[in-house]
T-cell receptor
Framework: DAMVIQNPRYQVTQFGKPVTLSCSQT?????MYWYQQKSSQAPKLLFH???????NEADTPDNFQSRRPNTSFCFLDIRSPGLGDAAMYLC????????????FGPGTRLTVL | DAKTTQPTSMDCAEGRAANLPCNHS???????VYWYRQIHSQGPQYIIH???NNETNEMASLIITEDRKSSTLILPHATLRDTAVYYC?????????FGAGTILRVKS
């Protein structure tokens, strides 16, 4: 089945140690999103790609960056994770040309020690 | 983006209909109402969306008032697996802005 895949599902890193989370999709969607969801809170958009065009949310910290090497893959890089960056990170995709429905992956839960 | 207001939590008996209300009084004419749900430790799952007319799919029904200022998501026969946080979102542009949602607890 076409889907949004996130690996790994659980990631542990050390304070200040760079970490990369990955997302892939088989839906061939133009738009890919990264959300952060802290415990007991709603998902919060960090940034999104419209094809290769990167769109950062105004309040996304500089510590968070993203790469999209091709349509299928998108990466979230956290340059120097702090304890406050522990969260679930969600990837979502959307087709630009049709329905506005976003399809989410299962998320990666990041723990910072 | 238009704001939404939902009850913090609701309980529903297994097998009964779950009716989840949402207020979106500042919705614009071209903005859709979307519903997602999030089961614990999973990614949000799309349920249904609508503009003006009532909508139904295999998961749920969406009833939108004529003035579009509120809507109700209906799960016709709730099961324990429907226990989740339900988000009502008014979509403007490319971005979903999640509110706090409603915690639905389905009880046997």
């Amino acid at each position: 089945d076409a889907m949004v895949i996130q690996n790994p599902r659980y990631q542990v890193t050390q304070f200040g140690k760079p970490v990369t989370l990955s997302c892939s999709q088989t839906l061939n969607h133009n738009v890919m999103y990264w959300y952060q969801q802290k415990s007991s809170q709603a998902p919060k958009l960090l940034f999104h790609y419209y094809d290769k065009d990167f769109n950062n949310e105004a309040d996304t910290p500089d510590n968070f960056q993203s790469r999209r090497p091709n349509t299928s893959f998108c990466f979230l890089d956290i340059r120097s994770p702090g304890l406050g960056d522990a969260a679930m990170y969600l990837c979502a995709t959307k087709s630009a040309g049709g329905e506005d429905t976003q399809y989410f992956g299962p998320g990666t839960r990041l723990t910072v020690l | 983006d238009a704001k939404t207001t939902q009850p913090t939590s609701m309980d529903c008996a297994e097998g009964r209909a779950a009716n989840l209300p949402c207020n979106h009084s500042t919705i614009s004419g071209n903005e859709y109402v979307y519903w997602y749900r999030q089961i614990h430790s999973q990614g949000p799952q799309y349920i249904i969306h609508g503009l003006k007319n009532n909508e139904t799919n295999e998961m749920a029904s969406l009833i939108i008032t004529e003035d579009r200022k509120s809507s109700t998501l209906i799960l016709p026969h709730a099961t324990l697996r429907d226990t989740a946080v339900y988000y009502c979102i008014v979509l403007g542009g490319n971005k979903l802005v999640f509110g706090a949602g409603t915690i639905l607890r389905v009880k046997s």
